[in-house]
């Protein structure tokens, strides 16, 4: 609420809850017309997040991905600093989603993706709720939404600096959750 904390020499870590303030500046999701999408070879759609930007280390990273269609199943691989192989079962996490019609938040906090220059994540639509042939050519039938964008937290040190060290970003929301 705009007061002055003054914390210090603890070893014992403690937790301060800062809610975002509405209405809160966010980028609007981005309509994924899957009419438009190239043909190609590739088992998943993957789009690329650059994470090169962090040199604090205070920064998360929010996925978000909210399917147009409520009957749907979906497949999200994500792997930092290559892209995802299935085949050969190199990624750092696969979740299976099923839609129902909700928005999905994937979340990574500030400890996952402090040492990493990218993220790339792939997305795949499934067949009859099953992980179909995953070396297939991904093919869509129904258009989905998706937002991505970070957040951070900060604090200013004895000497006036801006510093994210030994803090922890977190969201009340688990990993690809309602």
């Known amino acids: 609420f705009g007061d002055e904390i003054n914390i210090q020499n603890t070893t014992e870590p403690f937790e301060i809850l800062i809610p975002r303030q ?36 205070g920064i998360s990273l929010h996925i978000e991905f909210l399917p147009e269609h409520a009957n749907l199943s979906y497949l999200f691989v994500i792997r930092f600093d290559d892209k995802p192989d ?34 790339i994540f792939g997305i795949r639509e499934l067949k009859q709720f099953q992980e179909d042939d995953l070396d297939t050519p991904v093919r869509f039938t129904s258009d989905y939404s998706l937002r991505m964008y970070t957040s951070g937290c900060y604090y200013l040190d004895n000497k006036n600096h801006w510093q994210s060290d030994g803090l922890l970003v977190k969201t009340k929301k688990k990993t690809f959750s309602e």
């Open 22 to 57: 509405s209405p809160i500046l966010m980028p609007s999701m981005t309509r994924q017309n899957v009419r438009t999408f190239k043909t190609t070879n590739l088992p998943f759609k993957y789009y690329h997040v650059n994470l090169t930007h962090q040199q604090n280390h």
């Open 86 to 119: 299935l085949k050969n079962e190199i990624f750092d996490d696969k979740q299976l989603v099923c839609s129902q019609g909700k928005k999905y938040t994937y979340f990574l906090d500030n400890q996952q993706i402090s040492h990493h220059q990218s993220a």
